[in-house]
Every structure is written in C-alpha cells, then in structure tokens.
C-alpha cells in the first residue's frame, strides 16, 4: 500500500509546502515501511522501518534517517541492546520498542486487532528509538471520531496525543481512519522551538 500526503511545514518563520508518500509492505512475517518527505527547499528526509511481524504486532529490526547522509540504529532483540550508527552509547531494548514510523503503524494495528473501539482517555505507552536516542511515548485518546477535510477527501478519525514531557520533546499529534484500516492519514510534530510539519492524507495506491 502506498499512502500519498500533502505537507506543510514552518521552519525559520516560513511556511513552506511539498508531498510524502509512505510506501508499506508485508508477507505476514516481515515488514518494510518507508517515509519520503520532499518539501523545497529542504533537503529530502527519508524514514526507513524493517522488522518482523510478531503475535504482539512490529518489532523492528533497523529504522534509519537520511538527510543529507544516513544514520541508523539497530534493535538488537537477542542481546536486548539499541546499537546506533553514529556510536552514541548504547541503550537498553526494552519489550514492545518501536521506531518512529513503526510506533504510528504499531497503533494503527492495535486498533484493527480491538474487538471495541478506543475510548477517550486510553492510553498507549512505548519505548520509542530515533536514530540518536530512545524515550518512553505515551499516546492518549483525544477524540474517537473526528471529522476531517483532507486533499483526498473526508475521513472520520481517531485523535491520539504524544504531549511533550520535557522542554525539549516533540509532540505528535496523530489522526488514524477505520475505514483506511487505521492508516494515519494525518500527522503533526511540533518541536520545542515552535517549528512544525505536518502530512494530510491525499490518496491511496493499492497493487
């Protein structure tokens, strides 16, 4: 499946406007995701997922993130270790990690396994491993079925919440559509400074 999105960012003060496209596949045992972001004059950024399929849902085995060179970090599930490229120390693997394009997919799959929908309040907490470091995520329920204007259409939504804990944390605002299986179909980081991206759903390509 691939997942296009129109984007909008603001950096130094100026708004600015491009595309995504998410591109998702699985045989039932691995899964490869990957996250293009074009928007100019910025360099292109590329998410990079890979992992396994588990009875609890992804375990990733390697996400990465280029700009204008690539970094990584490697779960190592035997050893229960979280080895990065760029030799920072190590960290400690805890149960359930994900990466940050696996965490939005891991809850898009929890939701399609509940026999009942979310409710307000619930929460979802991870170990979540950028390509530098690894922090605890709580995601909560804000809203179960929000209405949105998107560029490919309406959708109606859950609203879940990654509020920041420090003052230098990112929040995630993610909206996920049943009726896309629970594909995120709008996004919004906010860092700490005030800048900001976010990516609204404009279509759906299926094989």
Known sequence: ??????VRASTHGIELSGQAVLDWRHDGQQYDAR???????????????T?????QGLAPTRFSERRRSEEAVHFEHESRKLVFSNNRPQADLEPGAQDRLSVLLQLGALFAGRS?????????????AGVRDADPWTFSVEQIDETL???????????????????????VELWLAPALD???VRLRLT?????WVEQRWSGTDRP
């Open 1 to 6: 499946m691939r997942l296009r999105y129109e």
């Open 35 to 49: 996250l293009e972001l074009r928007v100019a004059p910025l360099p292109t950024r590329t998410q990079h997922s």
């Open 51 to 55: 992992g396994r399929i588990t009875p």
């Open 116 to 128: 009942a929908l979310p409710a307000v309040g619930d929460q979802f907490a991870f170990q979540v």
């Open 149 to 171: 204007q998107l560029p490919g259409g309406t959708q109606r939504a859950v609203r879940l919440l990654r509020g920041p804990v420090g003052e230098h944390d990112l929040r």
């Open 182 to 184: 629970y594909a995120p």
């Open 191 to 195: 860092q700490a400074t005030g800048e």
